[in-house]
């Protein structure tokens, strides 16, 4: 287990800092200046047309290439059936959890602030527009921003039809693969280089958003940020342990909380899923997950199981709907945003600057004023911290059940009979 300190936890957020610290001097400059510091915009304007041009190849060239990769499928057989649909059925249920409370009490109620005229489209039946959402009519439009659920669908059946040629024709070491793998770190090393201008970009942006918009815009940051904290504690305390009691009853509640605290600290000091996978391993393996389960379910959910992300992505989805008063509401409006969050979750966390990402798969997708974008990213940039812990610690539960579904439901009494396990919980 790495140990956590002060310069490990500084390393972690040192990019964060730059970015607050921008944003800060570009918000005081918006305030002291007003309308004049508009001028500032363009040097934002730079930083989002960077992020646009890599965003699509980014997408194609990291998924295809992970999906490429993964040659051992038929051998996982079940651990990995069971792994896929208990991520994507967690993160639905994340998703409805926070549509229930964005109804409830919508983040951007009572924020009055004229960010242009969105235009809607054409009025569609829920099923054309789930073929809008999934699909494009020609090769061309898939290149485009504004596509990408259907670029990562034709991206991870890319992946697929490559790694089963491979096996197909017995390769062992494929060019192909190999050239997507390049790629795709290679443009990781770009959004590297990119993030390094984020600072001088977003600050530019919002000297130019505050001194346009004023105190209302960050009125309205703050309800949002402080109704994601409860929102993601209460979520923490309802689904974990309903999950944990699914997957061992009383008995799974009680390991769940003995051995989780240590995953809930590290990631909201690292603010990394893949930084706590060594603390997440060592307690589900107390928790008495079977080694091969948690090796196969624990990096796998560090990479694409993100219910704290999906959580995330529907408060930004709900907050632009306010800004632009739109209803949130109705199945196609939420079975469209529902989509988006968990697979925006599954492609973009282990890319640099995948908040960014994400952030502008939701502007491309529904098309709203790109303006939005310096808004959603400061959201996604306040509760990054917390949204990872859902994150990692969900991983952990995920792998409990897991376990259940293998193993079978008296997995936890022979744990418990095996190891002499204490019951009672110690924090």
């Known amino acids: 287990m790495s140990k956590i300190t002060a310069k490990s936890v500084l390393k972690s957020y040192k990019s964060m800092i730059f970015l607050i610290i921008g944003i800060t001097i570009g918000c005081i400059i918006g305030l002291v200046y007003g309308e004049k510091a508009k001028v500032l915009e363009p040097f934002g304007q730079i930083f989002l047309n960077f992020m646009f041009t890599a965003v699509v190849p980014l997408v194609f060239f990291s998924l295809s290439s992970s999906i490429a990769k993964m040659s051992n499928m038929k051998r996982l ?44 489209s054409s009025q569609m039946n829920m099923l054309d527009q789930v073929v809008k959402a999934l699909s494009v009519s020609d090769f061309n439009l898939i290149l485009s921003r504004n596509a990408m659920l259907p670029l990562i669908i034709f991206a991870m059946t890319f992946g697929y039809c490559i790694s089963y040629v491979s096996k197909k024709r017995g390769l062992i070491n494929n060019p192909v693969v190999d ?31 505050i001194g346009t918009y004023g105190s209302e815009l960050l009125g309205a940051y703050t309800k949002a940020v402080v109704m994601f904290f409860p929102i993601c504690i209460f979520y923490f305390l309802l689904a974990f342990t309903a999950y944990a ?35 997440n391993l060592a307690g589900t393996k107390k928790m008495g ?12 959910g560090a990479t694409i199981h993100m219910d704290g992300t999906a959580l995330t992505t529907l408060m930004k989805i709900a907050f632009l709907f306010g800004i632009f008063n739109m209803q949130f509401s109705g199945l196609g409006v939420w079975a469209t945003a529902i989509a988006l969050s968990v697979m925006s979750g599954v492609v973009m966390s282990g890319i640099p600057g995948g908040g960014m990402m994400g952030s ?68």
Do not use: H
């Not at 079940?78 to 208990?86: P, R, V, Y």
């Not at 699914?246 to 893949?274: E, N």
């Open 179 to 209: 050239m997507l793998d390049i790629c795709s770190d290679a443009l990781m090393k770009m959004i590297n280089i990119i993030m390094l201008y984020a600072p001088v970009g977003l600050g530019a942006y919002f000297a130019s958003l």
């Open 360 to 427: 502008l798969i939701i502007v491309g997708f529904y098309g709203f004023n790109t303006e939005v974008i310096p808004i959603i990213v400061t959201i996604g940039l306040l509760t990054d911290a917390i949204a990872t812990m859902i994150n990692a610690t969900g991983d952990a539960v995920a792998a409990m059940m897991v376990t259940k579904r293998v193993e079978g439901k008296n997995w936890v009494d022979k744990i418990y009979d095996e190891q002499n396990i204490e019951v009672e919980v110690t924090i």
């Open 245 to 279: 009691y699914y997957a061992g009853g009383v008995k799974g509640v009680k390991l769940f909380y003995k051995y989780i605290f240590p995953a809930v600290i590290t990631p909201l000091a690292t603010q990394s899923s893949i930084a706590t996978l060594p603390t």
């Open 289 to 300: 997950v079977p080694d091969d389960i948690a090796d196969i379910v624990l990096p796998l």
């Open 77 to 120: 057989g079940k651990i990995l059936s069971n792994t896929i649909a208990i991520f994507f059925i967690t993160g639905i249920i994340a998703s409805i959890f926070i549509i229930a409370v964005v109804t409830v009490v919508p983040p951007a109620e009572g924020v009055s602030i004229d960010m242009g005229v969105y235009e809607e």
